[in-house]
């Protein structure tokens, strides 16, 4: 069986890797030059298998006047004149409900936990040298109370096996002494010790070359595809925008927010919307960056140290639909940076800008489109995409072979 793949991101280099494991024929197909050129090229590089409850819940609702009143909060909204922008907020809005989010987080955390096991099977295997690191994650809070709240969600979550500690402010920084110029801002910490962190793109790209070598996959990059031409139900081949045919037996898109304008040419309406975001890279030692990977809770901002560089991601933004970078934005996540550690020289870090493909429920579309019976999509991975990548496309081999997956992938079957 040859399958096509569209879109070398980490979920169609994943996908890709996944199929030819289990000894399809594989095609991978993406309009840039580079592998992880899109979302997947400098995101904030947590592999945060606890932390997957979705952007959706009802505390946002709450939060929401609040954040778009305030320009230095970490949404932006900009409305448009755009029935797919409403069309995205209402669902997003009417997700916003403690069933809908527990639900949700108790399929992320499964998806989540089978993508941590694929992706120690490949370190074990062939590992990929990606700065992965399983130092865990700190959670630090800057007001007491919120760290109280969080106080009484570590009990709960203690009760159903999670393995989590509170720090004091002390503790933080005996735990972090990176962060000690900033002690007098924190209030303490959640110490998570089986997080993990690495950079995405060096992932991809490593798994990309793995593909390279194996001689029943063929890459094809600086190939965008124009349409999918569906004949009687089935897709019949890829059509390139110079006009060259691309076959196959099955196909997949995992194009990230490529995937919208593809599927729609279909009839069909995939549930994204772009979510943009931003980070700053630079070059550390280990005194001047946090070893283990820090959220800057009531900034929304993470700090991840990928082998000798510091990526520090941020912001939300829904309707900034341009693709440079906005440069009061930036500088406010280089002030927060300047804030929270002093000793880097913020001015350095090179900027990015990236957009997350996100469903309005937070959960990823995985398995068959109701467009063509050929068609296979793996989208929709939002804020998640690093970490759930290879869960998600191990998912999608089993549903391809007609193999019983090893998670319920009933709350990821597309309707679209
Ligand atoms: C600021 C930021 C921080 C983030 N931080 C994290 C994090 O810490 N942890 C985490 O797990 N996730 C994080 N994410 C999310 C994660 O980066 C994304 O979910 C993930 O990269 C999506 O991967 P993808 O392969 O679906 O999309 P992409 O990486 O965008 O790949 C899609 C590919 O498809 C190709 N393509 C599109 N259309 C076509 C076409 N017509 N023809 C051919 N090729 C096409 C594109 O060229 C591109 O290479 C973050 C995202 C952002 C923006």
């Not at 959706?56 to 939060?63: C, K, S, T, Y």
């Not at 955390?109 to 096991?117: F, I």
């Amino acid at each position: 069986m040859h399958a096509c793949v569209i879109g070398a991101g980490v979920i169609g280099v994943t996908t890709a890797w996944q199929l030819a494991r289990q000894g399809w024929q594989v095609t991978l197909v993406d309009a840039a030059a580079e592998p992880a050129s899109g979302a997947s090229h400098a995101n904030g590089g947590q592999l945060s298998y606890s932390y997957v409850a979705p952007l959706a819940e009802p505390g946002v609702l709450g939060d929401l006047p609040k954040w778009l009143l305030n320009p230095n909060s970490p949404l932006r909204f900009r409305p448009r004149c755009d029935p797919l922008q409403w069309r995205w907020c209402l669902q997003f809005l009417r997700a916003c409900n403690a069933r809908t989010a527990s639900a949700t987080s108790a399929q992320l955390l499964s998806l989540a936990y089978l993508s941590r096991q694929m992706l120690h099977d490949i370190q074990q295997t062939a590992p990929i040298d990606f700065g992965h690191a399983r130092n865990g994650k700190l959670i630090a809070y800057r007001t007491p109370a919120l760290l109280d709240k969080a106080r009484a969600q570590v009990a709960l979550q203690a009760k159903l096996g999670s393995n989590q500690q509170i720090l004091d402010a002390d503790q933080l920084i005996a735990q972090e002494p990176a962060l000690a110029p900033a002690r007098s801002q924190l209030a303490g910490a959640v110490y998570t010790p089986s997080e993990e962190s690495g950079d995405c793109a060096r992932f991809t790209q490593g798994l990309f070359q793995q593909l390279a070598a194996q001689s029943r996959v063929t890459l094809r990059m600086q190939t965008p595809i124009q349409r999918l031409e569906r004949r009687s139900g089935r897709i019949d081949r890829l059509l390139t925008t110079t006009g060259e045919a691309i076959e196959a037996d099955q196909f997949v898109v995992a194009a990230g927010m490529g995937s919208r304008p593809l599927l729609a040419a279909l009839g069909s309406r995939a549930p994204l919307y772009p979510l943009k975001g931003y980070s700053l890279s630079l070059p550390c030692t280990p005194e001047q960056a946090p070893a283990i990977s820090v959220t800057d809770y009531e900034r929304k901002t993470v700090y991840a140290n990928l082998g000798g560089t510091l990526r520090v991601a941020a912001m939300v933004g829904i309707g900034v639909a341009d693709q440079g970078i906005e440069a009061d934005r930036i500088a406010l996540v280089r002030r927060q940076m300047r804030e929270l550690l002093p000793r880097v020289d913020a001015d350095r870090a090179q900027a990015w800008a990236g957009y997350r493909p996100a469903t309005p429920d937070g959960r990823p579309r995985i398995g068959r489109s109701r467009a063509a019976s050929n068609l296979w999509l793996n989208i929709g991975h939002g804020a998640l995409g690093f970490t759930l990548a290879c869960g998600s496309s191990a998912l999608l081999g089993s549903l391809m072979a007609g193999e019983t997956p090893a998670i319920d992938a009933q709350p990821f079957q597309p309707a679209c």
